[in-house]
């Protein structure tokens, strides 16, 4: 399972796990849409604390999941991140939308 | 330059073989000893290059992908991705940072910002129906063996 989601009271807990490509940012994605959708959570944490590699597919993911939440006016958060996956993130300017810790 | 190791891999354009392809490049590169950093970087820019290479070139049907590794004396890596798909139209607007041509799948238009900043130098060359060629060029520097 590459994606373990807590629920909590207005507030959902997204641990990533393995490594974020192309191939796998299709389950990923729709999972985390899933509990997006039915709670509708003000705040939405990703953990990446388990990821172990992500390309630019990951970022596809933050910046799909930043528009829907920020959409209906929630927060994302981005947790855990890797030297790697800061790197990336930091290229992309996600360290601006999103917050990056 | 004399070469150290060369290796050349041809393999289907599936989206798992995107895993397959940074696994063989770490493996092929170890012998020049980097850094974590160095090895993640690299990595990277060799999973962009396939992951279009599927997404793009071959617009997610079958087709074939070439990996080429070669490593020379003075402790660089040459990397070069080749498919034999649609083809970029315009290299200068693909290359730009934030563009894609398929916006709706999600896609960050980031891949080749990524293997600019990662890699010392790249080159993509293009023919529209023919297909895409992309060469990366990285010097190790924390080689024991320099
Ligand atoms: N091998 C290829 N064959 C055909 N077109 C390509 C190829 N590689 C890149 N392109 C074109 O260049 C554009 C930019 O590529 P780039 O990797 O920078 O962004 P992306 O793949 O669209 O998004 P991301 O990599 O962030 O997921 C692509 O949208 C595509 O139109
Ligand atoms: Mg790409």
Known sequence: MPVIIDTEENRIVARLKGEIDHHNAKELRSDIDVAIDRNRPEIVVLDFSGVTFMDSSGIGLVMGRYKTVSAYGGQVFVENTSAQIKKVMRLAGLDRLAEIK | ?146
């Open chain 2, 1 to 146: 330059m004399n070469v150290k190791n060369e290796v050349k891999i041809i393999f289907p354009s599936n989206s798992c073989n995107e895993a397959f392809a940074r696994v063989a490049v770490t493996s092929v590169i170890s012998a020049l000893d980097p850094t974590v950093s160095e090895i993640a970087e690299i990595k990277t820019a060799v999973s962009e290059a396939v992951t279009n290479c599927i997404v793009h070139g071959y617009r997610n049907t079958a087709g074939k992908i070439e990996l080429y590794v070669r490593l020379t004396e003075d402790n660089t890596v040459y990397i070069r991705i080749k498919d034999t798909g649609t083809g970029i139209p315009d290299i200068k607007k693909a290359m730009e940072p934030l563009y894609t041509s398929v916006p709706e799948e999600e896609r960050a238009g980031l891949g080749f910002a990524v293997m600019e900043n990662f890699m010392d130098r790249i080159k993509v060359t293009s023919k529209e129906g023919k297909g895409t060629t992309v060469k990366m060029y990285r010097k190790i520097c924390s080689g024991k063996n320099t």
